[in-house]
């Protein structure tokens, strides 16, 4: 691994995705840049459909671009393998999903345990309680997440997420599953811990409300990024 | 270690949560049933070796011409053997009439090691047994000697220059066997007698034999020593080939047995199948967020490894215990076969079913299980995304070799495996493409049809290698219950029936030409139904082609000695009903056929001879020469007059024969021996009864064991069902969320799962069904030697029995679904 360039966590230049279907191919994202500086939070709104979930997972990851180049905490994703780029991911990204995505046969702190356990580090146990703790769900530890509400499903992918202690997290429609009240409580959670920890954020959503608590807003249109006013 | 630790907890948290008790009790009732029945042939076989044992009153017997070395019996004594001795040689006492010939034994203190002899006092009275032989000095002789010679226990009988009184009626000595056809009646007297006889001198045609018995492993360890010193003229007598008839019969129960446990494993391999799909299909999720989380390809393939390792472990020791458990239920059925306790399992089986565990295991789960650590991370984003495609025909593929090995190992018994294993290759082949077309026709339907019907067949359509798969496992599972159908009623009644009540327990030999006229009248007269008379001519095999017969030729020592004795040869026209042509070609009732011999197949294999060869037999020597035009089986344990060797009838016509015959006489009927024997002296008439009872005790028995064993088929079967039921459930648990959010009724929705569950059971069924049938057909004639018809009852229950069985179940299982709020359905909770 190279040393990370200064304050550049997520890097993309001259981005383009395109996806082949029944009716021909379709151009999702047209050469975009963009720029995530270490501790910023940067929002990407967008209309349903408008390719933000492409995006942020082209931005992790989790899936290639057909054009352009990605870098991930300085490291070039394109002449990385797909488990190069797990392990670039391993501790030092975090995920929020809008469907919470918690391993349904795990309790709480199992959901939690896992990216610690799946990155061998040491003091997981005591890692992931302190995590659920930072959330308020020491009491739900041992839940299942059938037996948890939906706001609280999502604390404890929330504290899953930052567990590791991760330098750049991705949050796709945190709140899309969850009513204007709980949502509210959770975006709280998710900005106070990334306060807290002082990792990038790459939050997206479709709630011009919510981007605006992020340092910086770009619009996913037409497959082009531009800055929010 | 990390990736031991995470394996260790995720099969944990797998048991935990239910995820794999569907697999478990799977995984763990294949093993059972293997291990069950490994544990119980291993005890059996040890006792069968027991029992063979009886029949040479030993646990083995070393055969000469010349009395044994002494360094033979010092070996004995040193490895803790008892041994008795026993001398054999013809003789002849004086009737009022004629001479007689007799067999007279001479047995030390000891004998018999093994099994008992039985006495009368008197022809007429019944058997009392006892456990050694004539201890002071008098002789023991057969009823129909006593009768022969007008003579009663107690009185004097002259053999050679000595007088000795008859002190019993010797009704059976355990070691009778060998030349069952060809015997004189029986003289036994202790060896100490026998120097005054002064019937042994160094010309005189005796045979000795060194009895031993023991500790099995010392028996085997003096086997060891012995077999690499035989001389000529020694030989080790086997307790296997004692006695055919018990060889026959076990030999078909072990089948049965084998049988019922590859049934077992093909049935718990498809519901291993099956649950293995569904643990895959609940995976798929959490390895995409794994993926997310940073968990490299190969780490989730090693600790997927590694659970499938420990889960067959625990499951596969968990079902050794069950299997260890259930074989003292199935030695205690059978336990009764033998006279003595059944030995104590040994641990071989043990190592068997782990394996077992472990190949189906591996086999079924490991290739979908590893290719799931293909799925792309982006699915926790996209949850449309799955593995790449393409792995549903491998995984398949694997899982059908790993089955097909495990059958091809464990059968024990290459034909039946065989067998099994293209009637299961052609039904998964024939289910695959059937269900193929299925899926396609599905797929093009789908445009033309709306509301329910259409999801459903949008759904089948997407999910083709599922489809696929459902299909192929509600198939093969109703297969291996049919074909547990067609063993149990069919061909284990077949069995049972195959030795009646009154099947011949009565032998007559040495019919002359001139008798076998009087001898019909006399069995008419006393309204005895005899069976058909048959000539038997003696000859010894002196050329196969143009190559002599020389018994040094052969490696093999049951071959060896075949060329070394005279056959049994017998011509007739019609084929015997118990005997079935397996190739070339019988000669019928034609006029005048050409020159021909038909064969017994396990004779020819032993000589290595083939349809077309030229057999030459010398009878008293006249050559007789003539191709054999067909093989046949026979069914030995039928206890029909039966020959290895049977001729045209223009072939051996003519040469000197005497006639063998055999009948049933019911006990209540025992007075018409002494009248048979007073008017055809010259007869010997052999009384097979005891073995015939024994024999159908252990048809009975086994016929108890199999059914036992197919038990675990049942359940299997029942797996089986819920597994494939189970496939899908969460896809068809959102979509049936989703239907009834958008307004569709219950019922409605319950008659399209009840169609489709319906549908699916009747395609299996038919095909199954079918498939059954041709498997039936060949195991019963081609392995198991019995007759078998179709059986139209199994079509209706195969086809609506699995129809109403899977549609009912299916439906059932899926109703609770429907009746849950959408909402929860829809949260996958």
């Known amino acids: ?229 | 270690m990390n990736r031991w630790r995470l394996g260790l907890r995720f099969m944990w948290r797998d048991w935990r949560s239910g995820e794999t008790r569907l697999l478990a009790a799977a995984l763990a009732l294949t093993v059972a049933a293997v291990t069950a029945v490994g544990f119980f042939t291993d005890r059996v076989s040890q006792a069968i070796h027991r029992q063979g044992n009886e029949l040479i009153a030993a646990d083995l017997v070393v055969e000469s011409s010349q009395p044994p070395a002494a360094e033979l019996r010092h070996k004995a004594s040193e490895l803790g053997l008892r041994s008795a001795d026993t001398l054999e040689f013809p003789s002849v006492v004086l009737t009022a009439e004629a001479p007689q010939l007799v067999e007279v034994k001479a047995v030390s203190e000891a004998y018999p090691l093994r099994g008992e002899l039985r006495v009368r006092a008197s022809p007429s009275t019944e058997e009392t047994p006892l456990a050694l032989g004539p201890q002071t000095r008098e002789v023991w002789v057969e009823p129909r000697l006593l009768l022969l010679l007008g003579a009663a226990v107690g009185d004097k009988l002259r053999l050679g220059e000595a007088e000795l009184s008859i002190g019993q009626a010797l009704s059976y000595e355990p070691d009778r066997g060998g030349g069952l056809f060809q015997l004189a009646p029986r003289v036994l007297l202790p060896i100490a007698a026998l120097a005054e006889t002064g019937l042994i001198t160094p010309a005189s045609r005796v045979r000795y034999r060194l009895l031993l018995a023991g500790d099995a492993t010392a028996v085997e360890r003096y086997r060891d020593w012995l077999q690499p010193r035989l001389s000529p003229g020694v030989r080790l007598i086997d307790p296997q080939e004692a006695r055919p008839e018990f060889g026959a019969a076990i030999d078909r129960a072990s089948r049965f047995l084998s049988l019922a446990t590859l049934v077992t494993l093909l049935v718990a391999g498809a519901a291993i199948a099956l649950a293995s799909r569904r643990l895959v299909e609940r995976q798929t999720d959490a390895v995409a967020i794994m993926r997310c989380l940073g968990a490299p390809r190969r780490l989730l393939q090693q600790v997927f490894l590694l659970r499938l390792l420990l889960f067959s472990l625990i499951a596969g020791l968990a079902g050794c215990l069950l299997g260890f458990l259930a074989q003292f239920g199935l030695a205690s059925l059978v336990g009764h076969w033998f006279a003595e306790r059944l030995p104590p399992p040994s641990a071989k089986p043990l190592v068997v079913g782990l394996g077992v565990g472990l190949i189906t295991l591996l086999g079924f789960a490991a290739p979908p299980l590893l290719h799931l650590a293909r799925v792309p991370p982006l699915r926790a984003l996209r949850r449309d995304l799955g593995a790449p495609p393409a792995s549903e025909w491998v995984a398949v593929l694997i899982a059908s070799t790993a089955l097909l090995g495990l059958i091809y190992w464990q059968a024990g018994d290459r034909e039946l495996a065989v067998t099994l294993m293209l009637g299961v290759a052609a039904t998964l082949g024939l289910l695959g493409l059937l269900g193929y077309l299925l899926v396609l026709g599905a797929a093009w339907l789908q445009p033309h049809t709306s509301g329910v019907a259409r999801l459903g067949l949008a759904t089948l359509a997407r999910r083709r290698g599922g489809t696929l798969l459902q299909i192929l496992g509600f198939g093969v599972g109703i297969l291996a219950l049919l074909l547990l159908a067609i063993v149990r009623v069919d061909l284990l009644r077949t069995w049972q029936q195959s030795l009646p009540a009154d099947a011949p327990n009565r032998f007559l030999v040495n019919i002359q030409p001139d008798q076998i006229q009087p001898l019909r009248d006399f069995l008419a007269e006393q309204g005895i139904a005899g069976a058909e008379i048959l000539p038997m001519i003696r000859g010894r095999l002196v050329r196969v082609n143009e190559q002599e017969v020389r018994p040094e030729d052969y490696a093999d020592p049951r071959a060896e000695r075949l060329a070394a004795r005279e056959f049994n040869l017998s011509w007739a026209t019609l084929l015997q009903n118990d005997n079935r042509i397996l190739a070339g070609e019988w000669w019928g009732e034609r006029p005048a056929p050409t020159p021909a011999f038909s064969v017994e197949k396990g004779l020819a294999e032993t000589l290595g001879i083939r349809l077309g060869d030229r057999l030459t037999f010398s009878v008293v020597g006249t050559e007789i020469s003539a191709p054999i035009t067909s093989l046949r089986t026979v069914q030995w344990d039928s206890f029909n007059v039966n020959f290895f060797v049977v001729g045209t009838p223009g072939l051996l016509a003519g040469l000197p024969a005497t006639s063998i015959t055999s009948l049933y006489l019911p006990p209540s009927r025992d007075a018409v021996t002494a009248k048979l024997i007073r008017e055809f002296p010259n007869l010997t008439l052999l009384d097979v009864d005891a073995i015939m009872r024994q024999v159908r005790t252990l048809v009975d028995r086994g016929v108890l064991a199999v059914e036992y064993v197919f038990l675990f088929t049942v359940l299997a079967g029942v797996l089986v069902m819920v597994a494939g039921i189970h496939t899908h459930f969460e896809e068809r648990m959102a979509s049936i969320g989703t239907l009834r959010t958008l307004g569709a009724r219950r019922n409605r929705l319950l008659v399209a799962v009840a169609v489709e569950f319906t549908a699916l059971g009747l395609l299996s069924g038919l095909l199954a069904s079918l498939f059954a049938e041709a498997t039936g057909e060949v195991l019963a004639r081609q392995l198991f030697g019995l007759a078998f018809e179709l059986n139209p009852l199994l079509w209706v229950a195969g086809v609506l029995g699995s129809a109403v069985a899977v549609g009912l179940s299916g439906t059932l299982a899926v109703y609770p679904l429907l009746s849950r709020p959408p909402l929860r359905a829809l949260s996958r909770g």
């Open chain 1, 1 to 229: 691994m190279t040393d990370d360039p200064p304050n550049l966590l997520s890097e993309a230049s001259g981005l383009g995705k395109d996806v082949t279907g029944p009716g021909g191919t379709l151009t999702i994202l047209r050469d975009l840049d963009i720029r995530v500086a270490a501790g910023e939070a940067v929002a990407i709104l967008g209309t349903s459909g408008s390719g933000k979930s492409t995006l942020l997972g082209l931005l992790a990851g989790l899936d290639n671009p057909t054009r352009g180049e990605i870098r991930l905490c300085g490291e070039p994703l394109g002449r990385l393998g797909e488990d190069e780029r797990a392990a670039l991911r391993a501790g030092r990204v975090g995920f929020v999903f809008q469907s919470f995505q918690l391993l349904p046969t795990l309790t709480a702190l199992e959901n939690v345990l896992l990216p610690l356990e799946l990155g061998d580090i040491h003091g997981a146990g005591k890692r992931a309680r302190e995590a659920l703790a930072r959330v308020g769900l020491t009491d739900r530890a041992r839940h299942y997440p059938h037996q948890l509400s939906g706001g609280e499903q999502q604390r404890v992918a929330i504290a899953r997420a930052f567990a590791p202690g991760p330098r750049i997290l991705f949050a796709d429609e945190p709140t899309g599953n969850l009513d204007q009240h709980t949502g509210e409580h959770i975006i709280e959670l998710l900005l106070t811990l990334r306060r807290d920890s002082g990792a990038a954020l790459v939050l997206v959503t479709h709630d011009r409300e919510l981007a605006r608590s992020c340092d910086r807003r770009l619009v996913l249109e037409a497959g082009r990024l531009e800055e929010a006013p």
